[in-house]
T-cell receptor, first 114, second 114 residues
Framework: DGGITQSPKYLFRKEGQNVTLSCEQNLNHDAMYWYRQDPGQGLRLIYYSQIVNDFQKGDIAEGYSVSREKKESFPLTVTSAQKNPTAFYLC?????????????FGPGTRLTVT | AQTVTQSQPEMSVQEAETVTLSCTYDTSENNYYLFWYKQPPSRQMILVIRQEAYKQQNATENRFSVNFQKAAKSFSLKISDSQLGDTAMYFCACSGAGSYQLTFGKGTKLSVIP
C-alpha cells in the first residue's frame, strides 16, 4: 500500500536532548513537508523540501533541522534550541504536478519533552 | 501569501442533519486552490474535498459539497446526512498555483450527536 509512515507514534524526551522524528513515503512524491500542530493553532509549516538535498524554511523553523538525502525520507530533528518542543508533528508529501500540489499526510508523532 | 480564517471554533449537529462550516480566505494569487481536510480523533489528516479557483462549479464528493464564492473569498463546507464518523476537526486550507505551501485555518471542531 502506498502511503506515508511516521515513527514513533509517541516520543518522550528530557529537556536538553535532541530528538529525530522519522518520515518515510512510498508515493514517489517529490515534495515533503513538516508541520507542527498545537491546540487552537491549526497546522504551521516548519520545513519543506522539493527535491533531494534541498529544503526551505517554513514559518517556524527555529530550533528545528531537516535533511533530505533520499527522495523517500525526510527526517526532522527537534534540537535543544527549540523552546517549546512538546507538540504533535505531522509529515506530508505531494507530487509537483497536477492538482495544486495536494498534500497527503502521515499519522503523526506526539512529542512530549519534560 | 495567503490567510485563512475559520470563525467557528466548535459546532454540533444532530445525526442525519445538515451542517455548514465556514471559511474565508485572502490571497494575492490569480489562481489558487482550496481544500477541506478532516482530522478525526485518530489525528490522521484526510482530504475531504478540493476546489480550483478558476472553476466556477462547486465541488461535490458524496455527502460533502462546497459553496465557493470567489468574489467574497468564501469557501464553506456543507455536510449532508451527518454521520457519527463525521465527528472531527475540519481544516480549511489554501495554496497558490505554483506554490508548495498550504496555509491552514485554525480549524472547526464538529461533533455529531446521536
Amino acid at each position: 500500500d502506498g502511503g506515508i509512515t511516521q515513527s514513533p507514534k509517541y516520543l518522550f524526551r528530557k529537556e536538553g536532548q535532541n530528538v529525530t522524528l522519522s518520515c518515510e513515503q512510498n508515493l514517489n512524491h517529490d515534495a515533503m513537508y513538516w508541520y507542527r500542530q498545537d491546540p487552537g493553532q491549526g497546522l504551521r509549516l516548519i520545513y519543506y523540501s522539493q527535491i533531494v538535498n534541498d529544503f526551505q524554511k517554513g514559518d517556524i523553523a527555529e530550533g528545528y533541522s531537516v535533511s533530505r538525502e533520499k527522495k523517500e525520507s525526510f527526517p526532522l530533528t527537534v534540537t535543544s534550541a527549540q523552546k517549546n518542543p512538546t507538540a504533535f508533528y505531522l509529515c506530508a508529501s505531494s507530487s509537483l504536478q497536477g492538482y495544486g500540489y495536494e498534500q497527503y499526510f502521515g499519522p503523526g508523532t506526539r512529542l512530549t519533552v519534560t | 501569501a495567503q490567510t485563512v480564517t475559520q470563525s467557528q471554533p466548535e459546532m454540533s449537529v444532530q445525526e442525519a442533519e445538515t451542517v455548514t462550516l465556514s471559511c474565508t480566505y485572502d490571497t494575492s494569487e490569480n489562481n489558487y486552490y482550496l481544500f477541506w481536510y478532516k482530522q478525526p480523533p485518530s489525528r490522521q489528516m484526510i482530504l475531504v474535498i478540493r476546489q480550483e479557483a478558476y472553476k466556477q462549479q462547486n465541488a461535490t464528493e458524496n455527502r460533502f459539497s462546497v459553496n465557493f464564492q470567489k468574489a467574497a473569498k468564501s469557501f464553506s463546507l456543507k455536510i449532508s446526512d451527518s454521520q457519527l464518523g463525521d465527528t472531527a476537526m475540519y481544516f480549511c486550507a489554501c495554496s497558490g498555483a505554483g506554490s508548495y505551501q498550504l496555509t491552514f485555518g485554525k480549524g472547526t471542531k464538529l461533533s455529531v450527536i446521536p
